[in-house]
Each structure stands twice: as structure tokens, then as C-alpha cells.
């Protein structure tokens, strides 16, 4: 019996080791297993990108993550970078994001694909329902954010308006006061304390009052000598940047905010309440204006664009002859504010930073201006007034041409997109499916040696000059090649504004002023929808001699 319990227990520890090692054995290859896999899809991973980078002359397309940490790792540089990869992939060149996240589309710098987009197949290629989402609370269906039949409607709306001669009149005598009420007294002051300001800063709220006496009659108050907070303006300026942070973030992510009335989409609501609120109350007063003023033989005296409109429309939404509901008033004249709150304000911020890098284009800009004034003496006009005319600035056509340049260099809006709504063929071949957006960065346009030669990245208002600058007029260039006023049916109605008003405020200063940029100041583009300098633009002004004894 001993020896049966010997054998027995024998038995069982042998039993017992073997189902040990049997289990040991079960693990590692468990274990194994795992590791293979990992090593098996970190391979994948590798040949993928390895056939993608050999294969492909645009951007790295990650497995999974696509083109995401490529991006990434260009933040600093996302102009610059953009443009190498087109100029290296002949032009146009394909991205994805993330797997499974639908983002999907085509970047390009070719005029021709340009045109093919903006003119040539104009119906295929709308804002599209990822931009209108996006900017929906702010704009609603006004111009900046509207397709179809919204858009041509007030699209004719502002080109009627924008272009009539009341409309003209009105917008650069407010151009004209700004300048010499409010921005020089300014310069003066900055001047007289030595110290440097951020002309950027300046400008911003320089172009801001402006638009909005043009498009709304009135005047917020931004460039009062204490420069203080103006609540609409701070809160149509917090409501862009948080409408644009729905372009960085997952879908997902900014929708569940919004459900849950938190973080950024909880500001957002408060930010475009705000300006809601402002646009309303200028709308209701301004239609209760115009019912006081016109019955009888009375005339309506307002020429702003709101004004103008509620003019045309005949009445308020009670009135079975109004052509404008308050809605599309209100919406149509955010979109104005916005498309022309920072444009012209960063283009003459660039302007200035070139000219104080370029002292020879500078003193041809001020030989044309002295010009233009001694002119004003044969004509007994006032010479110390340095707030020139419409029809002088007109004649100021290298001043007209450095400005052009300056923008090719550094568009106000870098880059631009639109939708696929439908499968189509570029010219150059290439196959956009439905859905695709396609992006065409026009700040990598004016700087491609295919399109503007081998100087392209000079500063050289004379190639906007006939015979290269020694003639007279002004070279068109096409605006598929130079779409800084975007272009085909959507080209800028407030082109001819934008330039006038530009010049007006360029010539002014120049004819007053000596501008200097701070030595040592960082100057580099900030990664937004508009291309402010990153830091500001840190200048010194001195009173200048008068340009004519």
C-alpha cells in the first residue's frame, strides 16, 4: 500500500509538471502571437509608407493617420512646406486624413485646375455643406457662406449696391474721415512719444470701423484715441476663431461639445449672440428710420450698404413689397464685416514690412506721390492736405502695382477650398471623386517660377507695369494666375473698394511719415484663414519733411 501511495503521488507530480510546461507553453505562444502581429503590422506600416514615399511626389500619406503628422510636423512653416511639395509634384498633388474621418481631396497651384474649378465647371464645385457647417451660427446664409440660389441672389444684391455711385461716394468720403479725424491724429501722437506701436494692430482696427460705416452706417469706435475694447468687434473677432477651430478638431468632437453646451462651443454661442444682437438692433432702427423719413416728399440720406438695401426693399418683413427680410439683411451684412474686416488691413501690414526692406521701391512710391501733389499746387488744391482724393490715387499706378505685388508675395486669404459634388477629371489629368475637397493655396501660386518666372519670389511692382515699368498703365493679369480676389463668378465684388481704400490709407501715411520697422522684430505668418504677421508688425513713425518745398 506504500508503495501504491509512492507511485500514486509520483504520478500526480508528474501529471501536474507536464501541465505546467503544457501551460507555459500555451502562454508563450500567446505571447508570441501577440508580438507577431505587432511586428506583422508594424511592418505593414513601414512598407506602406516606404511604397507611399517612393511612389508618390506629394506629401507623406501615413498609413491610418494619412497626411496628419506630416502637417504636424510643418506648423511653423505650412506655406512654405506647401509650396515645395506642389512646386516638387508638378502642381497638384493628393492627401487623406485620418481612416474612416472622410476627409479626402486634392491640393493645386496650377492656374489651369484653378480656372477649371472657380469658372470652367463653377456648378461642381460649391462652399460645400463642410464649410456652411461650420460657419453656420455666425453667418447663417449670407454671401461669405451661401451656393445656389442664396448666392445669386445676393450676389446681384451686392453688386448693384456696391457699385453704384452713391455707394462709391458714400464709402471713400468714410475712408477719407477715417484717415484724417482719426488715424493720423494717432500717427502723430506715436510719433511725438517715440515709441514703437503694432501698425498691424492699427490697421485692424483702422479697416474695422471702416466697414462698418460702410456696410452698417456706423461707427464702433476701434480707433478712438484710447484704442479701447470695442465688445461687438472683440466678439465678432472671438466668434471667427472659434467657428475656424471646427476645421482642426474631429467632427465629433466640436458636435458633442455643442450638445453639451461646453468649452469652446459654449463661447461660441455667447461670442455670435453678441453680434447677433448688434446687427438686429442697427436693423430694426434703421428700418424705423426709414419709415420716419420717407413718407411724402422726405429722402432717405443714408448711403451705407444696409441702408442702401432697406432702400431698394421698400419696407420691413410686415410689408408685402419688401424684396429683403431682416434675416437676409442681417446675414448679408455680417458676411461684408467679415470678408472686409481684416483683408485690406493685412495686405497693407505686408505692404509696409516690404517697403522698409525695400528702400528703392519705397522712394519710386514717393516720387509718384510728391508728384501728385505738386500737381494739386498748379491747381491752387490744398497742399497740406495729405488725404488724397479718389481720382488721385487713381493716377497713383505704382503705388497701385506695389500693393498688387505685395499681396501676390502675401495674399490676405493663403489658401481657398471647394467640393466636389460630383466625380470629375482635372485638365491635367487627374481624378477627383465626390466629396474631395480641393484646396488651392494661393500664397504657393505667387511664388512658383512656372507661373511668375524665375524672379517670383522678388518684390517687383514693376511686373504689374506695361514694358516692365517703363510705361504707362498697368498690367491685367489673369485672375486664375492671380487669385488673391478669389475669381470667376465668385470674384470679390468689393475689389474696386478694397484698392481705394488701400491706397488712400498707403498714400497718406507715406506722405506724413517716415515708417520704420523695430530692428529685431520676428515678421512670419500666423497659420489662420487670413495671413496675419504672427506678432504683430512693430514700426516707429516720424514726422516726414514735406515731399514738396
Not at 442681417?330 to 505686408?350: E, P, Q
Not at 498688387?404 to 491635367?428: G, Q, T, W
Amino acid at each position: 500500500m506504500a508503495a501504491e501511495s509512492v507511485a500514486g503521488a509520483s504520478g500526480g507530480a508528474a501529471a501536474a509538471a507536464v501541465a505546467a510546461v503544457a501551460a507555459g507553453w500555451a502562454a508563450a505562444r500567446e505571447q508570441l502571437r501577440a508580438v507577431d502581429v505587432a511586428v506583422a503590422l508594424l511592418g505593414l506600416f513601414v512598407f506602406g509608407a516606404a511604397v507611399q514615399r517612393i511612389r508618390s511626389k506629394g506629401p507623406m500619406l501615413w498609413p491610418v493617420l494619412g497626411i496628419i503628422p506630416t502637417v504636424f510636423f510643418h506648423l511653423d512653416d505650412i506655406y512654405e512646406w506647401a509650396t515645395a511639395v506642389a512646386e516638387r509634384a508638378g502642381g497638384t498633388f493628393p492627401f487623406r486624413g485620418m481612416c474612416f474621418g472622410n476627409c479626402h481631396g486634392v491640393v493645386t497651384v496650377d492656374p489651369a485646375t484653378v480656372e477649371h474649378v472657380l469658372r470652367i465647371r463653377f456648378a461642381n464645385y460649391p462652399k460645400g455643406a463642410y464649410f456652411r457647417e461650420r460657419f453656420g451660427e455666425l453667418l447663417g446664409d449670407g454671401i461669405f457662406n451661401a451656393d445656389d440660389q442664396a448666392w445669386r441672389e445676393q450676389r446681384r444684391a451686392a453688386t448693384s449696391e456696391i457699385h453704384s455711385a452713391r455707394f462709391a461716394a458714400y464709402s471713400a468720403a468714410t475712408v477719407a474721415d477715417l484717415i484724417r479725424c482719426k488715424l493720423l491724429p494717432i500717427l502723430s501722437a506715436a510719433a511725438a512719444g517715440g515709441q514703437p506701436v503694432d501698425l498691424q494692430e492699427l490697421l485692424l482696427r483702422f479697416t474695422f470701423d471702416n466697414i462698418c460705416a460702410a456696410g452698417f452706417g456706423v461707427d464702433p469706435g476701434c480707433l478712438d484715441p484710447s484704442l479701447p475694447e470695442v465688445p461687438f468687434a472683440r466678439a465678432l473677432e472671438e466668434a471667427t476663431e472659434l467657428s475656424l477651430f471646427r476645421f482642426i478638431v474631429p467632427p465629433f468632437v466640436w458636435k458633442l461639445m455643442r450638445l453639451l453646451d461646453v468649452g469652446t462651443e459654449r463661447r461660441l454661442k455667447v461670442a455670435v449672440r453678441l453680434v447677433h444682437k448688434f446687427a438686429e438692433k442697427t436693423l430694426v432702427d434703421r428700418r424705423a428710420e426709414f419709415e420716419a423719413v420717407t413718407g411724402g416728399d422726405n429722402f432717405f440720406h443714408r448711403s451705407d450698404l444696409l441702408s442702401r438695401l432697406i432702400e431698394a426693399g421698400g419696407g420691413g418683413d410686415g410689408n408685402a413689397a419688401a424684396t429683403y427680410s431682416n434675416k437676409f439683411l442681417k446675414d448679408f451684412c455680417i458676411s461684408f464685416i467679415l470678408a472686409g474686416r481684416d483683408t485690406s488691413s493685412v495686405a497693407l501690414a505686408w505692404f509696409f514690412w516690404l517697403l522698409s526692406e525695400h528702400p528703392r521701391v519705397e522712394a519710386r512710391v514717393l516720387r509718384e506721390i510728391a508728384g501728385i501733389i505738386k500737381n494739386r499746387e498748379k491747381q491752387s488744391s490744398a497742399h497740406d492736405d495729405v488725404v488724397f482724393s479718389v481720382d488721385e490715387v487713381k493716377k497713383m499706378e505704382y503705388l497701385h502695382a506695389a500693393i498688387s505685388e505685395a499681396m501676390r508675395l502675401y495674399p490676405p486669404v493663403p489658401v481657398d477650398f471647394k467640393e466636389a459634388l460630383e466625380d470629375d477629371v482635372f485638365p491635367d489629368g487627374t481624378a477627383v471623386r465626390k466629396g474631395a475637397r480641393v484646396i488651392y493655396s494661393i500664397y504657393s501660386m505667387g511664388r512658383m517660377e512656372s507661373i511668375w518666372g524665375a524672379d517670383c519670389r522678388e518684390f517687383k511692382p514693376e511686373r504689374w507695369i506695361k514694358g516692365g515699368g517703363t510705361a504707362a498703365g498697368l498690367v491685367a493679369e489673369s485672375q486664375f494666375k492671380y487669385a488673391v480676389f478669389n475669381a470667376g463668378p465668385r470674384v470679390c465684388v468689393g475689389k474696386r473698394f478694397a484698392y481705394m481704400q488701400m491706397k488712400m490709407v498707403a498714400a497718406a501715411i507715406l506722405a506724413r511719415f517716415r515708417v520704420a520697422a523695430v530692428a529685431g522684430h520676428p515678421v512670419a505668418p500666423k497659420m489662420t484663414t487670413t495671413l496675419y504677421m504672427k506678432q504683430g508688425f512693430r514700426v516707429t513713425f516720424a514726422e516726414r519733411e514735406r515731399l514738396v518745398d
